[in-house]
């Protein structure tokens, strides 16, 4: 009885009009998917492939002042025989810990180091920590720095007081951080200017000869400026 009440039902929503026959169905209704949903023009959207990646970075740099001064700079001016001290920065930017960090320093050829004038400064040291020479060498240990951490790394050394080469003389100091991940180098430089010595033609009193000699090397009890005092007037 039941199944014939249905098709009969169903005979009579078939000859009548169709929009009144859907009016008695009801259809439930599905959102779609979140993935198909339509964007909000106001909010960005990350690309889909785009990926953050925590990779590890730092900062380095090296800096150089004359003994006795405040001011650290990537170039000074200095006179031969000068003392300077010289630094090396390190800072982690990255967002992982750096581990088994090492700072080493190539000193200029002509740069004399002193020996035990290295001290490390950092958070647990912040006046500073007496350290080997390796630091000049193989490289200073200075172990696993945090995030935001960093260290410095100082040493002394002299201008040599004497230069072969007169004019402007470029004394490059080069800082390294090595790191598992990846090594930094950064410059600093000291300018010594040294006076080119002229060849400048003399009379040499002792002798009474035309002599050349260096300016520099002139001296009045030796020599005049006025070759004419020379009797020979013939060059030595």
């Not at 599905?30 to 953050?52: C, L």
Request: net charge positive; aromatic share 4%.
């Amino acid at each position: 009885m039941t199944t014939l009440v249905a098709a009969a039902a169903v005979l009579a929503c078939a000859g009548a009009v169709i929009s009144a026959c859907r009016s008695t169905v009801e259809v439930p209704t599905v959102d779609p998917p979140a993935s198909h949903q339509p964007q909000r023009p106001d909010v960005p959207q990350p690309a889909p492939s785009e990926v953050t990646a925590s990779e590890p970075d730092f900062q380095i740099q090296s800096r150089i002042r004359l003994k006795g001064t405040k001011q650290w700079r990537t170039k000074i001016q200095a006179k031969p025989g000068d003392d300077v001290d010289i630094r090396l920065d390190y800072r982690n930017i990255g967002p992982v810990v750096q581990r088994s960090v090492v700072a080493q320093n190539r000193l200029p050829d002509q740069l004399v180091f002193h020996p035990g004038s290295v001290r490390l400064y950092n958070s647990k040291a912040p006046d500073g920590a007496k350290q080997d020479n390796s630091v000049i060498a193989t490289g200073l240990e200075v172990g696993d720095y945090m995030p935001r951490g960093n260290f410095s790394v100082v040493f002394s050394g002299t201008v040599p007081p004497h230069l072969d080469i007169c004019g402007r003389n470029r004394l490059v100091n080069r800082g390294v951080i090595d790191t598992p991940d990846s090594d930094k180098m950064a410059t600093s430089v000291i300018e010594v200017t040294i006076d080119c010595a002229k060849p400048i033609k003399v009379c040499q009193t002792t002798t009474g000869k035309v002599v050349t000699i260096d300016e520099s090397s002139f001296k009045g009890d030796r020599y005049s400026r006025n070759v004419r005092e020379c009797s020979n007037g013939k060059n030595g």
